[in-house]
């Protein structure tokens, strides 16, 4: 890629960042997922373990151990347990927007038409929602450190941060899980050619198919090999490793993948989406 390449890839990034900024469904999508993450991950468990008696058990887990995931020291693990389904729908529904919109209000005819090269207009859209990605991910883990460090204070607990080399993991696995589910819906936007009907064809893959997928192959083996690497299995498997209580699991966290063989999985797939978003984009032509 040339010096001109570059810059024409710069600048379309920055026009894109600023179309998603000035969009109020982006800041509505990433608002969502920031509050159903603290709902789920300390609102909840909080009120359970203020509620319950030091004998009783909380969430499935003793008080003691409850209280222990809601400190500063159990961020890296508690705020990736919701990314596996919740935040990747919400996710998934942000790309999908990101691309489909762009069929329904005319944005991509303008700008393949008077802009730079198709391939350079859809890298934008992919670079600017991996920044968007990261930049959520590690928003979601300073807004969960300061909540736990709030919570340990007022229950007199020691502010233990978070040990450096498992927060970078943590943030790692909120950004490969996060980035493959939007990417999944920039390819669906993409193929669908308009918001809603990628949206909806993402939420029924995500909530619904994967999960009959997974009870067929405890009755029928032979497609175990196939649920087993799947996007959201793969995405759940890294969610899931993770954890380090035993206990209910937050809907969607598996352990059915090794990290380093859902890692693999989920890169492949993130790349592959991106691919393929940049490739039917730059073939097929706009109506």
Not at 40 to 52: D, E, H, I, K, V
Not at 73 to 99: C, R
Not at 176 to 198: K, N, Y
């Amino acid at each position: 890629m040339n010096g001109m390449a570059i810059r024409d890839l710069v600048a379309s990034t920055k026009a894109e960042m600023l179309r998603l900024r000035k969009w109020p469904a982006f800041w509505i999508v990433l608002g969502t997922w920031l509050l159903l993450n603290l709902t789920f991950a300390y609102l909840f468990n909080y009120l359970a373990y203020t509620s319950g008696e030091s004998s009783r058990m909380s969430n499935g887990l003793p008080r003691e151990v409850l209280l222990q995931q809601m400190l500063p020291a159990a961020v890296p693990e508690v705020f990736t347990q919701g990314m596996a389904m919740f935040g990747g729908a919400l996710m998934l529904i942000l790309g999908a927007v990101a691309v489909g919109s762009g069929y329904g209000w005319g944005i991509w005819k303008t700008v393949f038409t008077q802009g730079p090269s198709r391939v350079q207009a859809v890298a934008a859209v992919v670079v600017s929602l991996a920044v968007v990605v990261v930049a959520l991910v590690c928003t979601a883990f300073v807004v969960d450190l300061s909540v736990a460090a709030l919570i340990a204070a007022s229950r007199s607990q020691a502010l233990t941060p978070p040990d450096l080399s498992r927060s970078l993991l943590g943030i790692l696995t909120g950004v490969v899980i996060l980035g493959m589910w939007t990417l999944a819906g920039a390819l669906i936007g993409a193929i669908a050619r308009g918001p809603a009907l990628a949206v909806g064809l993402g939420l029924v893959w995500v909530l619904v198919v994967e999960n009959l997928l997974r009870g067929v192959a405890g009755i029928f083996a032979p497609i175990e090999v196939i649920t087993d690497h799947l996007p959201g299995t793969a995405a759940g498997s890294l969610a899931g490793a993770m954890r380090t209580v035993d206990g209910p699991a937050t809907p969607g966290v598996l352990h059915v993948l090794s990290r380093s063989e859902s890692s693999v999985a989920l890169v492949a797939y993130a790349l592959l989406f991106a691919g393929g978003t940049i490739w039917l984009m730059r073939r097929r032509d706009l109506v």
